[in-house]
């Protein structure tokens, strides 16, 4: 994402990669999906490392950080960051995929980030899953998430803007001020998050309750 690292030699992390994945054995399926469909969940990724890494006697740890920044839009952009440590010392660092996160909902994002992980530490240790198709629906779930945000977001944008079209224009410079900002246009309101349009929907609302008039159906 933003991240910037040294390239350097690992040659003992190589070799005990290398008998790792000889021990390493395919996660036990230990969930069923929203369609009936078996996967690996996040734990049974991990423990199938874990076994391989004891059997191996590789040396060979792991962590998974979740690093965030916010783009052009003010949106929060999620990475995570697979990092596999020798006990030599050495270590390298696999990236992830970048997801958005979900400004509204913490707990769904962490459903999405738990899945990122999931996916990143498949790919940095290389499993891959007999019917690996049965995960088509958990990457079904995650990009439904991701999409019903979206919609979300635009609805509220929208709403704003048509309630900001009609409030009283002396208080306009205080609803902008109420979420920080100084006063903007139309265009402006797309580019806010989620939590700030939230923000300046309640602003709008207390400056002025005639507003609540608007009709909530479109």
């Known amino acids: 994402m933003r991240q910037v690292y040294e390239v350097k030699p690992t040659p003992e992390l190589n070799e005990a990669f290398e008998k790792l994945q000889q021990h390493l054995r395919q996660p036990e399926k230990n969930k069923t999906g929203v369609h009936g469909a078996k996967y690996s969940d996040l734990y049974a990724v991990g423990k199938a490392i874990r076994d391989a890494n004891k059997e191996s006697g590789a040396g060979i740890s792991f962590t998974q950080p979740v690093v965030s920044e916010l783009d052009a839009n003010g949106k929060e952009r999620l990475q995570v960051l697979t990092i596999i440590m020798h006990k030599s010392g050495e270590s390298i660092v696999v990236e992830g995929l970048p997801l958005t996160a979900g400004s509204n909902n913490s707990q769904e994002a962490m459903k999405a980030a738990t899945y990122a992980k999931r996916g990143s530490l498949m790919a ?92 909530d159906s479109k």
Do not use: C
């Not at 246009?185 to 797309?190: E, K």
């Open 124 to 215: 940095a240790f290389g499993i891959t899953p007999k019917d690996e198709d049965d995960d088509g629906e958990e990457i079904t779930a995650l990009q439904q998430y991701q999409n019903n945000e979206l919609e979300q977001k635009r609805r509220v944008h929208a709403k704003v803007k048509q309630m900001l079209a009609l409030v009283d224009k002396t208080k306009i410079d205080l609803i902008w001020a109420a979420i920080g900002k100084e006063r903007g246009s139309a265009n402006d309101v797309d580019k806010l998050s989620m939590t700030k349009a939230s923000m300046m929907y309640g602003a709008i609302q207390f400056a002025n309750s005639d507003i609540m008039s608007v009709d």
